[in-house]
Nanobody
Framework: QVRLVESGGDLVQAGGSLRLSCVAS????????MGWFRQAPGKEREFVAA?????????YAASVRGRFTISRDTAENTGGFLQMNSLKPEDTAVYYC????????????????????WGQGTQVTVSS
């Protein structure tokens, strides 16, 4: 059974940082690209960032580029991270990690339908 579990969400002040973690089980994670998405209250879920199987390609939404960094857990190879710096109130959302077996391109990275496995989400709240 494939399972993705996010953690690290919290309440933080604007300008602060958080590091989200995603741990995968039930799959050979090195064979999957990973993505992060988020859903704010009253809004649709949106793409945040994605990283290829070998970590050589990354993609970011324009709204987070330069502030967020996606990475893979190369030590355990069972998941990855989303480092979020300079957080803004508009970053408040439930953050989800997801895994796709597809070869990562920009189109695949941003396409929610390309991801077969999803976590349950972790809440990030940024206060002003």
């Amino acid at each position: 059974q494939v399972r993705l579990v996010e953690s690290g969400g919290d309440l933080v002040q604007a300008g602060g940082s958080l590091r989200l973690s995603c741990v995968a089980s039930g799959l050979t994670f090195s064979s999957y690209a990973m993505g992060w998405f988020r859903q704010a209250p009253g809004k649709e879920r949106e793409f945040v960032a994605a990283i290829s199987r070998n970590g050589e390609r990354t993609y970011y939404a324009a709204s987070v580029r330069g502030r967020f960094t996606i990475s893979r857990d190369t030590a355990e190879n069972t998941g990855g991270f989303l480092q979020m710096n300079s957080l803004k109130p508009e970053d408040t959302a439930v953050y989800y990690c997801a895994a796709t077996y597809r070869v990562l391109t920009r189109a695949v990275a941003e396409g929610q339908g390309e991801y077969a496995s999803w976590g349950q989400g972790t809440q990030v709240t940024v206060s002003s």
